[in-house]
């Protein structure tokens, strides 16, 4: 096989900290069991914010990944993506040395970066002056960090870079890496999404723009995505990262496979920064082309991993969309959106969903979308309400969309050599 | 401010920054070889110093202060001449 051949992308690998568990097995157990991570901002207090809830990584400990002194120097979106990282390599049971070092490599996105840092080092500045801030701050703070550090505390070489294309950016990555081991750039790529973002500017920004759920007084019911009474997404933080690799790679070291990834499709809506366009037009081309990149027809999918942000706008827009991409055939598929369980984690998000779909294909379950009480009257697929369920998972897709524009859906498909 | 008072303080700024057992900030421990502390590492301990005894330590000053030692020598001059 040459390089000009395409090769094939499995998925060997997986490792997540999120609001309903901090390993696979917990998250999966979580996703099974209809889980929910919504509860009261912890982080800070969040007295005097209109949303004074979220989806928090809950008991996250950084020193049983990192010793004391790299865990500080480390903003918390950094910390959760090793953290994700490692679990991934260990899960796999993939080893870098110094033989395939340099063919590794890491993707890694995130939405904003460390906010948290940057926070507190403004407060710093403001009150103790320009010369006392941090010299940390910096290198804590832009986004491309969590690659970098992966990158540092795994030993891969090989290509690295960071997608930031807000809530899309953990689906980018996954696809651009996708595309790095399907083009021969790299044997495997360590590739997901993180967010730590539960931070007073970024919720006092977010409630601004009136994406969040305002729902203070039941907050546990207030990521209820498709459903009618829903007023806005849930914050939500943590990683989800997939080691992706060459099959043959896997293959001959008897690596276990998840799912294979064989589409990427990408678009934007050239519309609004923080807006939709109207139908879903660019969401679901970037369905069809995903589609098409894996030479997969509408009839072979079973299950999308939505968007599903819970927000007025994305529901309908998001349903309208898979309508168009799946044509009749999108009233026979599951659909749920996780993210009714997680919360949002913006560039997180692609990461854990990612995670979320290679888990459906390989264990035929698919997860619910909990506080699925009353259908919006737009959205009328079957959105796997409450309940997990068994379905036989061949063809998967994984939607995220981000501000900006940015439509991206991941098509994963089940491993027959 | 006693010499051992100030040397309790730099070593404990100096456990915290840095992420050390405190039984290795010895006064001869060089804070690059013996205390595995990077340039970043270093500006912030400065910074650290500067704060909990409210001195200025000018850039060619830190870049001579090698040692848990000598950054005490230097805190003690600077706070006797203070005081």
Redesign the interface.
């Known amino acids: 096989m040459t390089n000009s051949v395409n090769k094939r992308v499995v998925v060997t690998g997986l490792g997540a900290i999120t609001p309903i568990g901090n390993t696979l097995a917990d998250y999966w157990d979580g996703l099974m069991s209809g889980r929910n991570g919504v509860a009261p901002i912890t982080l800070f207090d969040a007295s005097r914010h209109d949303c004074r809830f979220a989806a928090e990584v809950k008991g996250f400990d950084p020193h049983v990944y990192l010793?004391?002194?790299?865990a500080?120097?480390m903003d918390r979106f950094a910390q959760l993506a090793v953290a994700a990282s490692k679990q991934a390599l260990e899960d796999a049971q993939f080893t870098i040395n110094d033989l395939n070092a340099e063919q590794v490599g890491v993707l890694i996105g995130t939405g904003i970066g460390g906010l948290k840092v940057l926070e507190d080092q403004q407060e710093v500045n403001l009150t103790k002056g320009p010369d006392?801030c941090?010299?940390?701050m910096i290198?804590m703070m832009i986004a491309n960090m969590a690659a970098g550090l992966t990158a540092i505390h795994t030993g891969a070489k090989g290509p690295n870079s960071c997608s930031v294309t807000a809530c899309a950016a953990g689906s980018n990555a996954i696809g651009d890496a996708f595309r790095w081991v399907q083009h021969g750039y790299a044997q495997a790529m360590i590739c997901g999404g993180t967010e730590a973002a539960v931070t007073p500017l970024s919720v006092a920004g977010f409630a601004a723009c009136r994406a969040l759920s305002f729902r203070n007084d039941d907050p546990t019911h207030a990521s209820r995505p498709f459903d009618k009474d829903r007023d806005g997404f849930v914050l939500g933080e943590g990683a989800g990262i997939l080691l992706l690799e060459e099959m043959e790679h896997a293959l001959a070291r008897g690596a276990k496979i998840y799912a294979e990834i064989v589409g990427y499709g990408v678009t934007c809506d050239a519309f609004h920064m923080t807006g939709q366009l109207p139908g879903g037009v660019q969401a679901a081309r970037a369905m069809q082309l995903a589609m098409k990149d894996g030479g997969l027809s509408p009839e072979q999918v079973s299950y999308v991993n939505a968007h599903g942000t819970s927000t007025p706008v994305n529901d309908p827009n998001e349903t309208a969309a898979i309508k168009t991409a799946l044509g009749d055939h999108a009233y026979k598929i599951a659909v749920s959106s996780t993210k009714s369980m997680t919360g949002h984690l913006l560039g997180g998000s692609g990461g854990i969903e990612g995670v979320a779909t290679a888990l459906a294909i390989a264990n035929d379950r698919v997860p619910p979308t909990i506080n699925f009480v009353e259908a919006d009257p737009e959205c009328d697929l079957d959105y796997v309400p409450n309940q997990s369920r068994a379905l036989k998972v061949d063809v998967a897709l994984s939607n995220s969309f981000g501000f900006g524009g940015h439509n991206v859906t991941l098509a994963f498909k089940k491993f027959v050599r | 401010m006693s010499e051992t008072e100030i040397f309790e303080k730099v070593k404990k700024i100096v456990t915290d920054q840095l992420g050390v057992e405190s039984g290795k900030v010895v006064p001869e421990a060089n804070f690059a070889n013996d205390l595995g502390a990077d340039s970043l590492d270093t500006v912030e301990l400065v910074m650290a110093l500067e704060e909990e005894f409210d001195i200025e330590i000018p850039d060619e000053a830190a870049e001579e202060i090698a040692t848990v030692q000598a950054a005490v020598d230097y805190i003690s001059n600077k706070v006797t001449a203070s005081a």
Do not use: G, L, V
Not at chain 1, 67 to 70: E, H, V
């Open positions: 010793d004391r002194k790299d500080k120097r006392r941090s010299p940390f290198p």
